[in-house]
């Protein structure tokens, strides 16, 4: 792990989370190198582990057991995790272009994204046939394909095209699974009929007689129609046309040919082959670009083409990670050299399996057994992460550093064992937010684009000003994402209030560092808060950046209401009878203590992130519209907090349905776990603001009504007969959990204002 006292001087950008890049980053979180940081920009939080497919196709693998948890694995090597997709380069510039981001800066990159599949060659594949590559979705279309069979009444035929091993594999294990789902609905599972189409004139065209043998032998057993010499020329619905003009009925055609490069490559600039994969000399550096390095699937090595098997993929990666370390402290690089002989262990779906190496092939049930021994070790590397130690204080970097950058990183080491509050330089903020462009608004008479001391904004006639104020670190290690959740975090008061946003100036804390690498931090988390602002009709008129030990962020906002106050939703005004709702799922307190323990799934963190950068603006205009008689956001107090916050100023009681809680995804897991959030114990003590604390203190959900929430959603009282209309005009805004939490109750004799429902 990177000590957070060190400034980080070089970035090494990992773009994909293939299996060379998994080998990376764990190489890198056992022994990272002083001021190094690593970025992995990778479009899943869960990268698939190729070896287990056909094994979890055919049921014997769960998804979990198959995936790596890539956000968590990038935790643990210290890594930030950008979940994006790389769309370009712009290698003068040493920037990767992302689809939903500024341009990530590196110093190295690396690029390990796998193959796409080659179906543009052939009129129809892309429109209807199902692709296997790229791996990581696959999932998705295969779930759908099985529903598919299980809902066709009759026959179903399923050709799947490509005779190498990826294609012969997968045949069988379909096969295996898809019986399997027709017997388990009464079925016969002899509706199902699968063809297997080969171009060449056999399958396994890189393996040897023996291993071709085998598997003629298991498919014919097996009752798949093997067709050899059949190239697929045209795909139409339901329907393949082969070179020879026959054609083949089939209700789901299954792509797995030969792949290619991803297509953006082509604007890189990068050498590719034939294929568009990017040519790699010995060391994985690309032969145009020494900055650049690639593994995996999509590496060609120049003088030594490599079969597009995942071994390779996961056997670079050491090599990867070794020249990465290498080039990044200026040291000679070592080659990579690719074994000889490889061992394919091939198997046919029930738990059979055949191994391939050179001229070798022998198979049998201890063969499955063997792989299976060998992929759960290799998966348990990346899920069973040890404890590292913590991170020493700042160690001498082993980057060689030209007389200014070392300047700048000596500063930085001195302000960081400072804590320091110095403002950040005007060069480095100009050119930070110089490309940013937040909205401007005719009532904004001097904000950003005519800076001045302080920014002017007007209130327009018969309305009155709603202010508020937010300010939190960093819980997360995407500055992007993290400046659009501190952005929506902070509007989430003056939406609660039914304000529309009209204005915001930001106050920011960055660690000292590198002028670039302060510029870029800027960049990213500005541009994720003013996506957010824009959005929102709010302008960001000005603010205030300053060095500290951690990246934070908060801001000062400004909405407007109308002067009567009519359109104002408060706290107060809670009526006996209303039923609660709350538009957004609870937990991010737990999930972001576990996911600093590095004990939640990335998963959870993925749908936990979504949420917190959904704006809450829609929903208090729905709450409001629906009558809503009171109404906050739901943070730092929690659920319990911030209704207590609402019953007390209204004289009334309230009564909560614990089941009935929209909660995030694996939060009941990590309270129940006793992972809880620094603010908890400060919020847990409001505890005897429950009348019934003794019958649910046990419950799984009760540590939940006290989880401190970032850019929770809004909790609100709406007239019973207005409430199943309002859940249903959330859920249909895109609010997909909310729900009617409990009921408003006349203030009762107990002192306690709240009752617990467990029932
Ligand atoms: C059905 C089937 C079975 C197979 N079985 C085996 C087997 O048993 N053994 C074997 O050795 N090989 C097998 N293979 C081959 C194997 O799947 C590939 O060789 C292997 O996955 C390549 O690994 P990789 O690391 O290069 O890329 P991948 O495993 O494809 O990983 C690429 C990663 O990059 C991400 N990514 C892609 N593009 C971008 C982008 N633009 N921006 C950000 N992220 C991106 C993806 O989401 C993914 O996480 C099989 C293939 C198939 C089709």
Redesign the pocket.
Known sequence: MQSPDQPVLRDIVL??????HVGVLKTFGMRPVPGVRLTV????SR??Y??M??GYVAGHYSFDEVHIDLRRLAHFAGARFFR????GLDRDARKVLCADRPPVSYDLLSI????TPGMNDVVGAAEFAVP?????AFNERWVQLRNRVRERAGATRIAVVGGG??GV??ALAMQYRLRNDLKSTGRDPDELVVHLLSAGPDILPTHNARVRRAFSRVLAERGIKVHRGSQVTEVAPGRLRVADGSTLDADDIVW?TRASG?P?LRATGLELDDDGFIRVTGTLQTVTDANVFA????ASMVGRPLE????F?VRQGRPLAGNLRRAVQGQPLANYRPQQRWL???STGDQYAVASRGALGFQGRWVWRWKDWIDRRFMARYSELPAMPAAPRAQPPSIQLGDDEAAQAISAIAMRCGGCGAKVGASVLGRALGGLRPIERDDVLIGLHAPDDAAVVRVPPGKAVVHSVDFFRAFIDDPYVFGMVAANHALGDLFAMGAEAQSAAAIVTVPPGLDAKVEDDLRQMMSGAIAVLNEAGCALIGGHTGEGRELALGFAVNGLVDEDLAQVMRKGGMRAGDVLVLTKPIGTGTLFAAHARQLARGAWIDAALETMCQSNRLAARCLFDHGATACTDLTGFGLLGHLVEMTRPSGVDAELDLTALPVLDGAEECSTAGVVSSLQPANVRLRRAIRNQAEVHRHPRYPLVFDPQTAGGLLASIPADRAAACVEALRALGYAQASAIGRVLPQGDALAPIILNAG
Not at 84 to 87: L, P
């Open positions: 773009i994909g989370g293939g299996h060379s920009i990778c479009r899943e990268t698939p190729s070896g497919l056909p994006d997709e790389a769309i390990n994204i796998g193959s296997v590559k790229p791996i990581s091993a990826g594999e997968l797995v991803a953006w593994a995996g699937d999509i597009k098997a995942g071994v993929a394919a262990l091939i």
